[in-house]
């Protein structure tokens, strides 16, 4: 399968890409440079040893995203592209409301027309608000305190009319908390344009003196020592969901089943349509909630992961157990 990943060459797209393609996926990454820099590619080239398509443009240009979709088949989207500066937003709503909520919207567009429906879109936990109460879960109530909550709010809602009106499409909306740390080979990281608006990306550059000092924002609020309170998780362990999406929202039909297979023995396989076999059913996948919550269990290894190891046994044992 392969992956358009918008906005991949940022902070949480390019840990992202580097489990993607360990994951066995192709990707292809299409980002306009405005809070990126090319070198994370090429360091994420670096650490999985092979070449990443690169293409840069806008999600709000048609015809930069027409490019892609006309150069590669695109399976699956992940959209990271967008701008995140809760402070800029109050200051320049319109910037956000365009790049935003419109480039979303021309993102959609173009997918649709090129018969690409499944989409993990990078929303946040800006989406609750301030809560009545923590921990959140999932159906707390929507809202949004400023311009950037609400144009990933929006999105959130554009989503949902989507899927209403076309149930072939396949979204998941993962909402983040607060993303921190870098891969462990400390060859990609955060690299925010100007002065850091996040914590974390403050600390570190004023541990290694760029900064001369921080500012912890209030010291009077009803926490433990009054410093406000985060749900900070490490960037890999965000990256790893993005790879989980995509795999649980991959039910496979035969064609796209033939394609993995290629993908994992390298070559093509023929096949021809027949008439369909007696008894057979169109469509049927399992809802595996219940065992995850009796069990415990869940499923960990994707299709890519499936077709490598079922290459490798039959490569391996061409005629089965007989020698
Ligand atoms: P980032 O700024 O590092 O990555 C966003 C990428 O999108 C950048 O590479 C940027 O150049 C690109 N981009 C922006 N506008 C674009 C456009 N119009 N066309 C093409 N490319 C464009 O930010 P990140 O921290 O990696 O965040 C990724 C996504 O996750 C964003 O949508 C953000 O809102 C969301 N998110 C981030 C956090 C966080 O704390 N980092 C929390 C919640 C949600
Ligand atoms: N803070 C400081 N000093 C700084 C920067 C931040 O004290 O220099 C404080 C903030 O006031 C806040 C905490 O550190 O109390 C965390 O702030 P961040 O800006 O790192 O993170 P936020 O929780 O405000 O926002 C982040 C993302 C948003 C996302 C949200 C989801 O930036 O995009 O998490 O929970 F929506």
Excluded at 17 to 39: M, P, R, T
Excluded at 110 to 131: E, L, Q
Excluded at 205 to 228: E, H, M, N
Aim: net charge negative.
């Amino acid at each position: 399968m392969r992956i358009l990943v918008t906005g991949g060459a940022g902070y949480i797209g390019s840990h992202t890409c580097i489990l993607l393609i360990e994951a066995g996926y192709d990707i292809v990454v299409f980002d306009n440079f405005c809070n990126a820099s090319k070198e994370s590619i090429a360091r994420v080239e670096k650490i999985v040893g092979k070449t990443i398509p690169l293409i840069e443009g806008d999600i709000r240009y048609k015809e930069d995203l027409n490019r892609v979709f006309e150069s590669y088949t695109i399976d699956a989207v992940i959209h990271f592209a967008g701008l995140k500066a809760v402070g800029e937003s109050v200051e320049k709503p319109l910037e956000y409301y365009d790049n935003n909520i419109y480039g979303t919207l021309v993102l959609c567009q173009v997918m649709a027309a090129h018969g690409c429906k499944s989409i993990v879109f990078s929303s946040s936990a800006t989406v609750y608000g301030d809560p009545h109460s923590t921990p959140i879960k999932e159906d707390f109530p929507l809202s949004a305190t400023n311009p950037y909550g609400r144009s990933k709010l929006f999105i959130e809602e554009m989503l949902r009319d989507l899927y209403v009106s076309d149930p072939e499409w396949k979204i998941v909306l993962l909402r983040y908390f607060n993303p921190i740390g870098a891969h462990e080979s400390g060859t990609i990281g955060e690299d925010p344009n100007g002065i850091p608006n996040n914590l974390l990306p403050f600390i570190a550059q004023t541990a290694i003196g760029t900064r001369a000092c921080l500012s912890v924002f209030g010291d009077d609020y009803d926490t433990v020592d009054g410093t406000g309170v985060r749900d900070y998780i490490h960037v890999m362990d965000l990256a790893d969901g993005h790879v989980k999406a995509l795999d649980k929202m991959s039910t496979f039909t035969e064609i796209m089943t033939i394609k993995a297979f290629e993908a994992a023995c390298g070559k093509k396989v023929p096949y021809s349509i027949a008439p369909r076999r007696a008894g057979d059913i169109a469509t049927c996948f399992a809802d595996p909630t219940y065992a995850k919550a009796v069990l415990g269990w869940e499923a960990q290894r994707g299709i890519n992961e499936m077709c490598k190891d079922s290459w490798r046994w039959q490569s391996n044992n061409p005629q089965g157990y007989k020698s």
